[in-house]
């Protein structure tokens, strides 16, 4: 089962990003998939706690960047163009970890 949840979580990670690049964003997809990777440095804030990684812990509102007030700034760089892209990649993020915090 947790082959299937590490599939799930990774693939929703760069898989899913790069569909929405080339779906959405189609003559720029590379550049678009690779933003929408980058978001990942949200992931940072995992550095400021112990352990590190916690294969069992919901990162929903236990780090910085993952919590419902980052979420709200990440909805409203949604509705600007110049930060869509970059909204849409941290809200991925945020749903990709909330769906494996209900797989727990």
């Known amino acids: 089962m947790e082959v299937v949840r590490n599939s799930l979580h990774y693939g929703l ?9 080339y779906w959405f964003y189609r003559s720029q997809w590379k550049r678009v998939w690779l933003l929408l990777i980058l978001t990942m440095l949200i992931d940072l804030d995992h550095l400021l706690a112990t352990p590190i990684f916690d294969p069992n ?3 929903i509102n236990f780090h910085p960047l993952h919590t419902y007030a980052a979420s709200g700034v990440y909805i409203i760089l949604i509705l600007f163009k110049k930060s869509r892209i970059i909204g849409i990649g941290l809200l991925l993020h945020i749903l990709t970890d909330a769906l494996d915090c209900l797989w727990l």
Request: glycine residues 8%.
């Open 13 to 21: 990670h760069y898989v899913v990003p790069g569909l929405i690049a």
């Open 57 to 59: 812990r919901c990162s």
